[in-house]
């Protein structure tokens, strides 16, 4: 008996480990990514308005170290149970699927528009790097996929399945930073002659997921209901700017 207490006590430790160190590798990488943003917008100043570039410099140094503080926050293991309240837990849970949501309006809130089948009837598959490969076709389908697995994560999570799904989200978290938009702008140009394509569109998503799973694993639970909303609006506010031309 009491070697299959030690067993299942190892085993969880096991998985809050490999919790930690996934949310700790996402958000350390996204803090980097943070930071290359910010060089590169101060060298794209001049395609800015005036306003624009300290104002993102702000906003990616607030989000890195809020990464970063986070990090921080997880350099113990996670003992503390999933919240209890049930108000923290829902709003987190209906946040992190609205994140991209909130990210896709950068791109005219697509794939989330009524016309959306019919944009998707008028491209073909392919792959970035590819050089006759419509701009929005692989971010469109990674906008829905990455929507879908937030909101059967959160299913899942009511359902009862937290360790499993905290798992997954913090999977979900690591995978948006995946380059994946490749349209010509500004903010992505840099990237898109190093790797092909940009991770910057759901960086500030990613960020928030990871903040999300914390925040369900007890790690500043109120904080990180906050900085998810936040990083919502501060997103759909940038989605506007470029749809009406104010910013790029």
């Keep these: 008996m009491e070697n299959q207490t030690e067993l299942s006590t190892s085993a969880q430790s096991a998985e ?5 160190g996934t949310l700790v ?9 943070c930071w290359i943003a910010i060089w590169h917008s101060l060298s794209a100043s001049m395609f800015f308005p005036s ?6 410099v702000l906003a990616s140094l607030l989000l890195s170290a809020t990464a970063l503080s986070y990090a ?10 999933p919240v209890g309240h049930k108000t923290p837990v829902r709003s987190i849970l209906i946040g992190m699927p609205l994140l991209i ?26 792959v970035l790097g590819d050089s006759s490969c419509p701009r929005i076709t692989f971010n469109f389908f990674f906008t829905g996929i990455a929507f879908s697995l ?9 359902a009862g399945i937290k360790q499993l799904t905290m798992f997954g989200y913090a999977i979900v978290s690591l995978l948006l930073l995946i ?10 140009d840099p990237w898109n002659e190093l790797l092909g394509a940009s991770p910057l569109m759901f960086l500030p998503a990613s960020v928030g997921v990871a903040i999300g799973v914390c925040g369900l694993a007890g790690v500043y639970p109120k904080f990180s ?16 700017g470029h749809l009406f031309k104010v910013v790029w």
């Design 25 to 33: 590798i996402s958000l350390l990488l996204s803090a980097v990514i």
């Design 179 to 188: 380059p994946n938009d490749n349209c010509q702008n500004p903010f992505n």
């Design 101 to 126: 949501v909130a990210s896709s309006s950068l791109h005219q809130f697509y794939p989330f528009r009524f016309d959306a089948i019919q944009r998707v009837e008028g491209i073909p598959f392919c």
């Design 225 to 240: 209901v906050a900085i998810i909303y936040a990083i919502s609006l501060a997103l759909f506010v940038l989605g506007m």
């Design 51 to 56: 306003w624009f570039t300290p104002l993102y």
């Design 150 to 158: 937030l909101a059967l994560f959160g299913s899942m999570y009511i």
């Design 72 to 81: 921080y926050g997880l350099r113990k293991s996670l003992v503390q149970s």
């Design 16 to 20: 809050k480990a490999y919790l930690r």
